[in-house]
């Protein structure tokens, strides 16, 4: 079991910048990918940003160079840093993590309550 709780949402103006972070408790030691990701109601949640335990960091396209995923092992949080915020980046953020892989993709079984984003034009 894992427990995630993200902190650090808010409200901004376009081109302003937030950082998110997200505390894990529980079995962390188990696990071997964990992630941003990102829905506005009415649409199909989408993975912002990942980290997997070797380092490996994959973004969604549209936030290459504005958004950056880290992990802090010994604190066992999770960040993501905003910066340039866009209006379209408006949605609920929620963290999630992954103890095990299915078919080569990080199976996310463990998720937080997530944390809203909102920027302003």
């Known amino acids: 079991q894992v427990r995630l709780v993200e902190s650090g949402g808010g409200s901004v103006e376009s081109g302003g910048s937030l950082t998110l972070s997200c505390g894990a408790s529980?079995?962390?030691?188990?696990?071997?990918?964990m992630g941003w990701f990102r829905q506005v109601p009415g649409k199909t949640r989408e993975g912002v940003a990942i980290i997997e335990h070797n380092g490996t960091t994959r973004y969604l396209n549209s936030v290459k160079d504005r958004f950056t995923v880290s992990l802090d092992t010994a604190k066992n949080t999770l960040r993501l840093q905003l910066k340039s915020l866009r209006p379209e980046d408006t949605a609920m953020y929620y963290c999630?993590?992954?103890?095990?892989?299915?078919?080569?993709?990080?199976?996310?079984?463990?998720w937080g309550q997530g944390t809203q984003v909102t920027v302003s034009s």
């Open positions: 999630a993590a992954a103890l095990n892989k299915y078919e080569g993709r990080c199976d996310y079984t463990y």
């Open positions: 529980g079995d962390t030691a188990s696990t071997i990918c």
